[in-house]
């Protein structure tokens, strides 16, 4: 079975700082990896996608994320956070199913910006 | 565009009583819905999927049920509520192939 781990649960960082999210996953196929952002008491809004292609790829709100086969790796990073960069962040693995495609979730890690 | 919608937004039920949330999607045609929880501090728990009207799948078994009486429309019900089911709830849909699955802004439910 598929599974997604965020080693990171809280993650504090400077405004106009850079930022690296972990992500690794565990899949047996071609994995389609996704980040996901989430203020609180809202729900997820999706920041970027990975199905094939260039590893690099380029999200909203300037944040990217590079997938790493041998590393088995999707971090995301963002070369200058904002303050309202604060939310939880989810990284997602899609598995295949018949007549559908269901999403596995990371625990998530909670970001802080301070001043 | 398509958009997702559901209600409530925030819920205070007693113990044992039963329970209604509606998830709507507008601007697509025979999507896939789901139904997640989201306790705190944890991520994401699927509870529900279905691919078509009528035609539902459970993650986890539970004190909850779904139906999707019409295309576009997914209920997430209980007929006596447990402590346990407190939590966050949040409905997304997503198209057929390679598509992401796009998020409601999540109903929070509270037992007492």
């Known amino acids: 079975a598929q599974s997604v781990t965020q080693p990171d649960i809280h993650i504090t960082v400077s405004e106009g700082a850079s930022l690296e999210l972990r992500c690794n996953y565990s899949y047996g196929a071609t994995p389609y990896l996704f980040w996901y952002v989430q203020s609180p008491g809202q729900g997820l809004q999706l920041l970027l996608k990975y199905f094939s292609g260039d590893t690099l790829v380029q999200g909203i709100k300037g944040f990217e994320a590079e997938f790493k086969r041998s590393q088995s790796s999707f971090n995301l990073r963002k070369p200058s956070v904002h303050w309202s960069d604060a939310a939880e962040y989810f990284c997602?693995?899609?598995?295949?199913?018949?007549?559908?495609?269901?999403?596995?979730f990371g625990t998530g890690t909670r970001l802080t910006i301070i001043p | 565009s398509q958009t997702i919608h559901q209600w409530p937004a925030t819920l205070v039920q007693p113990v044992g009583s039963p329970l209604s949330l509606e998830c709507t999607v507008e601007?697509?045609?025979?999507?896939?819905l789901y139904w997640y929880r989201q306790a705190a501090g944890r991520g994401l728990q699927l509870l529900f999927y279905s691919v078509g009207i009528g035609q539902i799948s459970s993650e986890v078994p539970q004190n909850l049920s779904a139906s999707r009486p019409q295309d576009r429309q997914f209920i997430l019900s209980s007929k006596k509520l447990l402590l346990s089911d407190s939590g966050f709830y949040l409905c997304?849909?997503?198209?057929?192939?390679?598509?992401?699955?796009?998020f409601g802004d999540g109903t929070r439910l509270s037992i007492l």
């Open positions: 997304a849909w997503s198209e057929e192939g390679n598509q992401p699955q796009h």
């Open positions: 997602a693995v899609r598995q295949l199913g018949f007549g559908n495609e269901k999403l596995t």
């Open positions: 601007g697509t045609s025979n999507p896939n």
